[in-house]
């Protein structure tokens, strides 16, 4: 017979690992918006006005996010996925828009798409559950 203990901890793996990949995300999506906006501001300023804008909500809302998650706040969870779905929002922009960018540049929705799945994990709620 198992005498049961008091509860186990749950691990904070995933959400510190939704954390370091939004943080990695955010300078990412950040340095490709800034280089796009500096690219084509002589050509189309409302559309470098758009994506800035976008990219200063986006930022926000990731360092609130990563904060709030790495606090154990169910907000970060939720604020997590509003920013990286802002992200590729920015990128869905960007790659209609024909800007020509790096190759790697291609690459990077992955970050965000990578953000949203680790902090939809039942691990990270049950790390940010309250009580």
Same mark, same amino acid.
């Given at each position: %017979? =198992?005498?049961?203990?008091?509860?186990?901890?749950?691990?904070?793996?995933?959400?510190?690992?939704?954390?370091?990949?939004?943080?990695?995300?955010?300078?990412?999506?950040?340095?490709?918006?800034?280089?796009?906006?500096?690219?084509?501001?002589?050509?189309?300023?409302? *559309?470098?006005? /758009?994506?800035?804008?976008?990219?200063?909500?986006? /930022?926000?809302?990731?360092?609130?996010?990563?904060?709030?998650?790495?606090?154990?706040? =169910? %907000?970060?969870? *939720?604020?997590?996925?509003?920013?990286?779905?802002?992200?590729?929002?920015? *990128?869905?922009?960007?790659?209609?828009?024909?800007?020509? %960018?790096?190759?790697?540049?291609?690459?990077?929705?992955?970050?965000?798409?990578?953000?949203?799945?680790?902090?939809?994990?039942?691990?990270?709620?049950?790390?940010?559950?309250?009580?």
């Amino acid at each position: %017979m =198992r005498i049961p203990g008091p509860p186990k901890t749950p691990s904070s793996a995933t959400a510190v690992a939704a954390s370091a990949v939004a943080i990695i995300s955010g300078w990412a999506t950040s340095v490709v918006a800034t280089g796009l906006i500096t690219g084509w501001w002589r050509t189309d300023r409302l *559309f470098c006005v /758009g994506v800035g804008f976008l990219t200063a909500i986006f /930022g926000a809302a990731t360092i609130a996010a990563v904060t709030w998650l790495l606090l154990r706040r =169910r %907000m970060g969870i *939720f604020l997590s996925v509003v920013a990286a779905l802002l992200a590729l929002l920015i *990128f869905c922009g960007i790659f209609i828009a024909g800007a020509h %960018m790096a190759g790697v540049v291609y690459a990077f929705p992955a970050l965000p798409a990578a953000t949203i799945a680790l902090a939809l994990v039942p691990s990270t709620w049950r790390w940010t559950e309250p009580g």
